[in-house]
């Protein structure tokens, strides 16, 4: 069983920065690929950053430039630090990895339980 939670949500003006965290836990043999995925009311989930075990990463063209997300390898946690953020970034913001819990066990996606970001203008 592999649990992902997420930290650091909250409510902020516009212009305002957040910095959002998730740990992963349980039985792991190996995390490869972390993300972080938004869903506002209405619209589907969509991914805002990736980040592969080497430290490539990845971001939507809506949050270049203002998102940076970083990763610790030996802590199993993902970081999310989001500046200059602006009323449409108000969504449930989840964690994502990519786990496999023992070495003969295919890769596996897992899920942290959402946590709220809500921008006011």
């Known amino acids: 069983q592999v649990q992902l939670v997420e930290s650091g949500g909250g409510l902020v003006q516009a212009g305002g920065s957040l910095r959002l965290s998730c740990v992963a836990s349980?039985?792991?043999?190996?995390?490869?690929?972390m993300g972080w995925y938004r869903q506002a009311p209405g619209k589907q989930r969509e991914l805002v950053a990736g980040?592969?075990?080497?430290?490539?990463?990845s971001y939507a063209d809506s949050v270049k430039g203002r998102f940076t997300i970083s990763r610790d390898n030996a802590k199993n946690t993902v970081h999310l630090q989001m500046n200059s953020l602006k009323p449409e970034d108000t969504a449930v913001y989840y964690c994502?990895?990519?786990?496999?819990?023992?070495?003969?066990?295919?890769?596996?996606?897992?899920w942290g339980q959402g946590t709220q970001v809500t921008v006011s203008s």
């Open positions: 349980g039985i792991i043999f190996s995390i490869n690929a």
């Open positions: 994502n990895a990519n786990v496999k819990v023992a070495s003969l066990i295919p890769w596996a996606d897992y």
């Open positions: 980040i592969t075990r080497d430290g490539v990463t």
